[in-house]
C-alpha cells in the first residue's frame, strides 16, 4: 500500500520537472502522389513487389528494405558538429541508436538512388571542429550482419528554433561503422551513449 502511495505521490513530481523538448516534425509528402504525378506509378509498385519477393524472414524477426517507406513519413531536424551540419531524421522512439551516413561512401544505399524522390545527407566528420577521435574500437552483431569501426564524440542539437536564445545541446559518442547491407560494405555513423552537457 505505502509504494502505491509514493508513486502516486512521486510521478506527477516527477513529471513535472522532466525536460520537455519539441522537435518540429517535417512531412515528407506523399510519395505515392509524386509518383503519380510523374506517371511512374507502375513502377513503384514494381519496386514494392520485388521488395516483398526478396524480403527474408528468419524465425524472429524480418528483414525490410531501407527504400520501403510505402507512402509519407515525418522527419526531426537534426544538427551534427562544428558548423553544424543538418540531417532530416526519422523519429524512431523505439531505439537510442542514431544513423547517419558517413561522407566518405559512394555507394547508391548512401547517395539516394535517383528513381527514390528522396536525397540522402552525409556527416563529414572532418569537417566538424568539435568532433574528436578516440582509440576506442567497436563492434555489433545483428541478426542480419555485423557493424565495426572506431569511436569519437561530437555534439548534436535539435528541438530548438532559431528565436530562441537556448538551445539544448546533447554530445554523443559516433561510431563510424562498416555494415554489411546488399553484401557490401558501408561507411556509417552510429550515434549512441547520449549524456547532457552540465
Known amino acids: 500500500m505505502w509504494i502505491i502511495l509514493a508513486l502516486v505521490y512521486v510521478l506527477p513530481l516527477s513529471a513535472a520537472h522532466a525536460l520537455n523538448m519539441t522537435v518540429k516534425l517535417h512531412g515528407t509528402g506523399s510519395l505515392i502522389a509524386k509518383f503519380i504525378e510523374e506517371n511512374r506509378y507502375d513502377d513503384y509498385l514494381r519496386l514494392l513487389e520485388e521488395q516483398e519477393r526478396n524480403r527474408t524472414k528468419g524465425r524472429y524477426w524480418t528483414w525490410q528494405a531501407l527504400s520501403s517507406w510505402y507512402d509519407e513519413f515525418y522527419l526531426g531536424e537534426v544538427k551534427v558538429g562544428t558548423p553544424a551540419q543538418t540531417f532530416w531524421l526519422s523519429m524512431d522512439t523505439g531505439s537510442s541508436a542514431m544513423w547517419l551516413i558517413d561522407g566518405a561512401c559512394n555507394h547508391p544505399i548512401c547517395n539516394g538512388y ?75 555513423i552510429l550515434m549512441l551513449e547520449a549524456y547532457w552537457h552540465q
Do not use: H
Not at 144 to 155: E, I, K, S
Open 114 to 188: 535517383p528513381n527514390s524522390g528522396r536525397k540522402k545527407n552525409k556527416f563529414y566528420y572532418g569537417k566538424s571542429s568539435t568532433f574528436k577521435r578516440t582509440s576506442d574500437k567497436f563492434s555489433l552483431n545483428y541478426g542480419t550482419g555485423w557493424a565495426a569501426g572506431f569511436t569519437g564524440a561530437d555534439n548534436i542539437r535539435y528541438g530548438c528554433m532559431l528565436q530562441l536564445v537556448r538551445c539544448l545541446l546533447m554530445s554523443l559518442s559516433c561510431y563510424l561503422a562498416e555494415s554489411r547491407l546488399s553484401r557490401s560494405r558501408l561507411p556509417l
